[in-house]
């Protein structure tokens, strides 16, 4: 089960490159609204794991 979180934060982190490499060239309205997407997931993620350690 550990290696799919690990996938997951991989993923995120993924993401949250290909949204940085497109700042440039998105307005910056899709650039918020991406930033808080990916911010929520790993925010989710954080969760998850936390709670995931203490069971």
Do not use: N
């Amino acid at each position: 089960m550990r290696g799919i979180h690990m996938l997951f934060l991989v993923a995120a982190l993924l993401l949250l490159g290909v949204a940085l490499g497109s700042v440039a060239h998105a307005p910056l309205p899709v650039t918020f609204v991406a930033a808080a997407v990916i911010g929520l997931w790993l925010l989710v993620f954080a969760i998850r794991e936390r709670r995931a350690r203490r069971h």
